[in-house]
Structures are given as structure tokens and as C-alpha cells.
């Protein structure tokens, strides 16, 4: 029998979130554990962004101690969510030339040609968080599977390179490592959260995992199997809040209770659900439009899986369908503990697909064909933690 450890470190708008999980292999059996959790109250952020790496530290160490608390595990290492408004995906098209002389394609080659369509891109200020390869081509003709192993002149390859802004890349990596937490790799959240709440079906089918979360809304679209566009628009459930808060002349705090249902106050249920459903549509005509704009609207057999803190109401569901035309899940608890909470998916998921920072060799990520192009920022922090 073997044991692995994994931490997963979610830093978001409103609450840092640490996961431990261990994983057992005895004989042909897996299973995996959570272990110990731990959360902290963020300051210093807005929509993802950190404004003070200080204070963000304090925090992530705040959270960091009460899930070695609670795991008893020393926590020297993790993998790193990564989200926020500048977080989106391009896709783009390179070109190589075999360099075999008996012409059999191999990895090189392959990175040869992502290389360039990242090249064409020109991306200014961005860095590329994933590569992702998703259609081939061999002297002209469509590939259906991996073209290592083919023999051919001229490869082309079409990739999805996931980005976001260099400055807010390198505050959340220092922030973590300020609190003394080494990064061994980062992921995408809306990746990290489809590990938790997408089937592979629905991503065969084709699929949109919509995360409705404080202050932004996170899309991942997936098709035959792979991410196809990912894309996070700055509205969330704050500001359904604030427009209860200013439609009923309210405070936030009996607003946020409104919006969930806790109380109803002295108003009308007609005047509550009139202000909920026109920010809850504008969310969704939003997302209609990004479907739109990739040729997908209408046309992703598995639906849409949508989760948040904003999403836990029959309106949200009526309003997603009538607008997207999809079939429509509404994830719900995905177990028991903190993962009755939709908040906890992102770390979750990063424990599940994320780099063992204790014992094992190696590890199982869903996102295999993802090729890593963290550069020099990352080159010093790839290492294993020791047992």
C-alpha cells in the first residue's frame, strides 16, 4: 500500500480556501481522501486581483495553519488555483516541418509547432497558464488522435493556449510563496472546478460549466472530450446583493440574506424575485453571447452544469434555459462536509488533479495533453517535497 498527498491553495475574492487530500493505492485499488481544509477571510483582492501581497500572505498562512491542524500534515508545498477577470483562452494554428529524416512524426515536433502558433498570438502582458493541442493535421489531412508515430512533410497543430496577465500571475505566486508555500503547479479554476461537477460524458457531448461566484462568473465550454474556450466575465452574486440592497433600500447584509433566501423582510416576494431576475439574466445573455461568438449556441448536447453561491433557486434554472436553449444541470452537493459547499469545488478539484507534494512518483492529471509553459517563473519550484 502506498499513500500520496496533495494541497490544492484557492485564493479568491472573498475567502482563501486550503484542501488536503490523501490518496491510497493498495493493489489495483485507488481512493482518495480529504484530510484536513482550512479558510481564511481575503483582503487585498478584488475580482482576482491582489492589491496587497502582505496581506494576502497573512491570510493564505492563516488558512494554511488550520489545515495542517486539522491534517496533521506539514504543508511545504501546493498546487494553485488561478482566476480573475484576465483569465481567458485563445485558440491559434502552427505549423512544422518534420525533422526525422525518415519523416515519423515525434513530441518535438509537435512542440515545434505550438511553439509558433504561440508565437502568432503576439500575446502582450500575457502569460500562457496552459497549452492545450486539440486538432492535428498531417500534410493536409485531418488526424483523428495523436500524430506521434505517423509519418508525414508537414505538421500543423491547433491550439488552445489558456492566459492571463504576467503582473497578476506573479503577485498570486508571490503571495503564496511569502507565506512560506513553495507553488508546484498552477491550474485554471474553471479546470479545476469541471474535475469536481463535469462527467466525461458531458464533455464528450459537449458542455458549459458555468460557476456563479462572488464577484465574477467563470465559463469553461468542452467538447469531444476537450477545453475549448474558457472565459470569466466580471459580474457575480455581489451584485444581485447590491441591487437588492439599493431596489429595497436595504443593508448588504440583509440583502445577501434576501438573496438566499434567509429572510423576506417587509417586501413583496414579486419585488424580490423582479430584481434577482433581471441581473440573473443579464449573466446569462452574457454567456449567450460568448456561446454565439465560438458557434456553440444551441449546440452543446451535454447542457449546462452551473454552480455558485448565486444558483441555488428554481429561477436561475427557468432563466438559464429559456436564454441558452440547453439542457441545464443544476450541480448540486457533490458529498458530504465542506463539499456540500459549491466555494469548495475549485480546491477540490486541484487536490484531484494537482502534483503529489508528498510520496508517489507521479500523478494523474485529467488534463494530460495540457503542455506546461510556466517558464523561468516556475523553473526552481517543480521539485517533489520529500517524505
Known amino acids: 500500500m502506498s499513500k500520496s498527498i496533495t494541497v490544492g491553495i484557492d485564493v479568491g475574492s472573498h475567502l482563501i480556501k486550503v484542501m488536503v487530500a490523501e490518496h491510497v493505492k493498495e493493489r489495483d485499488k485507488k481512493s482518495s481522501r480529504i484530510i484536513g481544509t482550512g479558510k481564511a477571510e481575503a483582503k487585498g483582492i478584488k475580482n482576482g486581483y491582489i492589491n496587497d501581497k502582505e496581506e494576502v500572505a ?8 488550520e489545515a495542517e491542524h486539522r491534517s496533521g500534515i506539514k504543508i511545504r508545498q501546493a498546487t494553485l488555483a488561478i482566476g480573475g477577470i484576465s483569465l481567458e483562452s485563445r485558440q491559434s494554428r502552427g505549423t512544422s516541418i518534420i525533422s526525422r529524416a525518415d519523416n515519423e512524426v515525434t513530441a518535438l515536433d509537435v512542440q515545434n509547432a505550438i511553439k509558433e502558433s504561440e508565437q502568432s498570438l503576439k500575446l502582450l502582458n500575457k502569460h500562457v497558464i496552459e497549452s492545450i493541442p486539440y486538432f492535428y493535421k498531417l500534410d493536409g489531412k ?24 504576467n503582473q497578476h500571475l506573479e503577485a498570486l505566486v508571490d503571495s503564496v510563496t511569502n507565506a512560506g508555500i513553495d507553488v508546484v503547479d498552477v491550474i485554471a479554476a474553471p479546470l479545476a472546478s469541471s474535475v469536481a461537477v463535469v462527467s466525461n460524458q458531458q464533455k464528450m457531448a459537449g458542455c458549459i460549466l458555468v460557476d456563479i461566484g462572488a464577484e465574477t462568473t467563470s465559463l469553461a465550454v468542452f467538447e469531444d472530450g476537450d477545453i475549448i474556450a474558457v472565459k470569466v466575465l466580471p459580474i457575480g452574486g455581489m451584485d444581485i446583493t447590491k441591487d437588492l440592497a439599493l431596489g429595497l433600500k436595504i443593508n448588504l447584509s440583509d440583502a445577501e440574506k ?28 452574457l454567456i449567450q453571447e460568448f456561446l ?3 458557434k456553440k449556441d444551441g449546440r452543446l448536447a451535454g447542457g449546462a452544469i452551473i454552480i455558485g453561491g448565486a444558483t441555488n433557486n428554481e ?9 441558452l436553449n440547453l439542457p441545464i444541470t ?32 507521479d500523478y494523474s492529471n485529467p488534463f494530460t495533453k495540457i503542455i506546461k509553459s510556466i517558464g523561468d517563473l516556475f523553473k526552481n519550484i517543480g521539485k517533489q517535497l520529500m517524505p
Open 58 to 65: 497573512r491570510a493564505i498562512m492563516k488558512a494554511v495553519r
Open 142 to 165: 485531418d488526424l483523428y488522435g495523436k500524430p506521434e508515430g505517423l509519418r508525414g512533410v508537414k505538421l500543423e497543430v491547433f491550439t488552445l493556449f489558456i492566459t492571463c496577465v
Open 258 to 285: 434576501i438573496k438566499k433566501g434567509e429572510i423576506t423582510g417587509d417586501f413583496s416576494q414579486r419585488d424580490i424575485e423582479d430584481i434577482i431576475e433581471a441581473r440573473v439574466t443579464e449573466i446569462f445573455e
Open 330 to 361: 443544476m450541480a448540486g452537493a457533490i458529498g458530504s462536509g465542506v463539499l456540500k459547499d459549491p466555494a469548495w469545488y475549485v480546491v477540490y478539484g486541484l487536490c484531484m488533479s494537482g502534483k503529489y507534494v508528498q510520496g508517489g512518483n
Open 292 to 294: 454565439k461568438r465560438l
Open 315 to 323: 429561477m436561475t434554472e427557468r432563466i438559464s434555459r429559456n436564454i
